[in-house]
């Protein structure tokens, strides 16, 4: 059988259709970092929140980019990583 363009964009390895998956490590530590950021919001704390929260998240772009399981998520992690690098280049 034949792969078609939606297969190769949407399905995995074992033909599943994967367009979202269950939070890895960078992004439960980039969800929780941002939530705390928006308590504490000035001073070392925050600094120190921000550093990792954007540390974290390039992470899991960087991880879906290479090592995504189809061409929907790598794209995915293309697309936050430019985000990401064009966010903090502007702010």
Same mark, same amino acid.
């Given at each position: 059988? *034949?792969?078609?363009? =939606? $297969?190769?964009?949407f399905? $995995?390895? *074992?033909?599943?259709?994967?367009? /979202?998956? /269950?939070?890895?490590l ?8 941002? &939530? &705390?950021?928006?308590? =504490? ?8 929140? $921000?550093? !990792? ?10 991880? *879906?980019?290479? *090592?995504? !399981? ?5 794209? &995915?992690? =293309? ?6 690098? /064009?966010?903090? /280049?502007?702010?």
């Open positions: 059988m *034949e792969s078609t363009v =939606f $297969d190769k964009t399905r $995995d390895s *074992e033909g599943k259709i994967v367009i /979202a998956q /269950a939070p890895n960078p992004l439960i530590v980039w969800i929780v970092t941002s &939530l &705390l950021s928006l308590i =504490f919001t000035t001073g070392t704390i925050h600094t120190v929140l $921000d550093v !990792v929260a954007t540390g974290s998240l390039f992470t899991w772009a960087w991880l *879906e980019l290479f *090592e995504g !399981v189809n061409y929907f998520r790598r794209t &995915l992690g =293309f697309v936050v990583l430019i985000g990401l690098v /064009a966010f903090k /280049a502007i702010y």
